[in-house]
Nanobody
Framework: QLVESGGGSVQAGGSLRVSCAASGRIGSGYYMGWFRQAPGKEREGVARIFTGDGGTYYADSVKGRFTISQDNNKNTLYLQMNSLKPEDTAMYYC????????????????????WGQGTQVTVS
């Protein structure tokens, strides 16, 4: 089970950190990461990290502004979001899967094996 927290409202240019707590240890062969979906828009894979070697991927829309990290001891995933823009407004979901493709734009209809309930981020 994945549980997100840390969303909220912030002004453009501000920062937020969202967290994702896993109730059990996710295997080392999994990708963990973040998705977002705004009303009327398709899901976007924002960032992912490979639990095995820590390799990361970011969508072009967030490169240089967002940073994904993991705390293995706490089974927690983080997404630090800086220089936020109004277009970053969305529900942010945490997910885990063995398929990296799930975060790719062409994989936007694939649901991750593990999926959280989401946390709202609003940038005004």
């Amino acid at each position: 089970q994945l549980v997100e927290s840390g969303g909220g409202s912030v002004q453009a240019g501000g920062s937020l950190r969202v967290s994702c707590a896993a109730s059990g240890r996710i295997g080392s062969g999994y990708y963990m990461g973040w998705f977002r979906q705004a009303p009327g828009k398709e899901r976007e894979g924002v960032a992912r990290i490979f639990t095995g070697d820590g390799g990361t991927y970011y969508a072009d829309s967030v490169k240089g502004r967002f940073t994904i990290s993991q705390d293995n001891n706490k089974n927690t995933l983080y997404l630090q979001m800086n220089s936020l823009k109004p277009e970053d407004t969305a529900m942010y979901y945490c997910g885990a899967d063995t398929r990296a493709f799930v975060w790719h734009p062409a994989g936007k209809r694939m649901r991750p094996v593990y999926w959280g309930q989401g946390t709202q981020v609003t940038v005004s």
